[in-house]
């Protein structure tokens, strides 16, 4: 059962984050799930994860990026990929509450991921303060790349009209709170994320436009950077992030590890007989955690 709490954030908005188990009686790590784009607690990965936290017995903390809990939030914002401050705040905040002796492990799926790397790469050797490692399971860590990828054949028809579906109707209830924010002509005769990103989402969040959001909010280009243990987990068959994008050896630091196994898709990775399950994806993400957290 997950228990949620409202976070009023520094700059007067709020963010909810939904919580298994916090007891911080018992030593334990703290497992923090980053959702994906337009994700919640009650997505299919978070829910495995749930589970095997429980199972683990893990304290479970799912944060929701502004606007994904279910209500809109206040500011004159949203969320984006690369929305490395937020998280910064979000991870302080659970490492200072769970005390020295409870190790914070991170994971994020898709976006979450992109946004926990980038992160990780800003902060370097001070990363280590907050967390002991971290973890990204099918993000697309080359937002360029991933972006064309979406807009393009049976992606653009199927994925971004259902992405669309739910991001427009926010983004004009933010234009509701905040009038004049940008044009809801444009907005509403979007067709792909490059154009939603270039109305909504890059002008609301500081980039010049979505090519500039792209290239500043992805991960890969300071993934040398990153000075915690790290695992990126990629499908080389994920729809959204071609693998040609993926990093190799040549991007990433020595604390970096690549996991790219030929198939699993966009966060799939069932295992069994048909129709499958997904509990094998956190058991064998949460496992690798679990062992730096032992060895930090």
């Not at 497992?31 to 495995?48: K, T």
């Not at 199927?158 to 907005?187: C, E, I, N, W």
């Not at 939603?196 to 992805?218: C, E, M, Q, V």
């Not at 048909?274 to 956190?282: E, I, N, S, V």
Request: a neutral charge.
């Amino acid at each position: 059962m997950l228990e949620r709490e409202r976070w009023a954030t520094p700059d007067g908005d709020f963010i909810d984050v939904d919580f298994v188990s916090m007891d911080a009686a018992t030593q334990t790590p703290t497992l923090v799930l980053f959702h994906g784009l337009e994700g919640s607690s009650a997505s299919h990965y978070a829910q495995s994860f749930a589970s095997w936290a429980q199972q683990a017995k893990l304290r479970l903390a799912i944060p929701h990026f502004r606007g994904c809990s279910g209500e809109l939030n206040l500011a004159p914002r949203a969320y984006h990929s690369g929305d490395h401050e937020e998280i910064d705040w979000i991870l302080k905040r659970i490492q200072q509450r769970q005390g020295p002796q409870n190790p914070v492990l991170a994971v994020g799926v898709s976006l979450g991921g992109n946004a926990l790397m980038r992160w990780a790469g800003e902060h370097g050797q001070a990363a280590a303060q907050t967390v002991r490692a971290v973890a990204s399971i099918c993000s697309p860590l080359d937002l360029t790349a991933s972006g064309h990828a979406i807009g393009q054949g049976f992606n653009r028809q199927v994925y971004t009209r259902m992405f669309l579906r739910s991001m427009k109707p926010k983004a004009l209830a933010k234009l509701k709170q905040h009038p004049g924010l940008f044009d809801p002509q444009a907005l509403s005769a979007a067709k792909d994320l490059f154009t939603f990103d270039n109305i909504f989402t890059a002008p609301l969040h500081g980039f010049k436009d979505t090519p500039d959001y792209w290239a500043r909010a992805s991960a890969k280009p300071l993934m040398h950077r990153i000075a915690v243990p790290a695992l990126a987990l990629n499908a080389r068959n994920d729809p959204f992030v071609p693998a040609h994008s993926l990093p190799q050896d040549k991007d990433i630091s020595r604390h970096v590890e690549l996991w790219q196994p030929a198939h699993g898709g966009h966060v799939g990775f069932a295992a069994g007989p048909m129709p499958g399950h997904l509990a094998a994806l956190p058991q064998a993400v949460g496992t690798w955690l679990l062992e730096k957290a032992d060895h930090g």
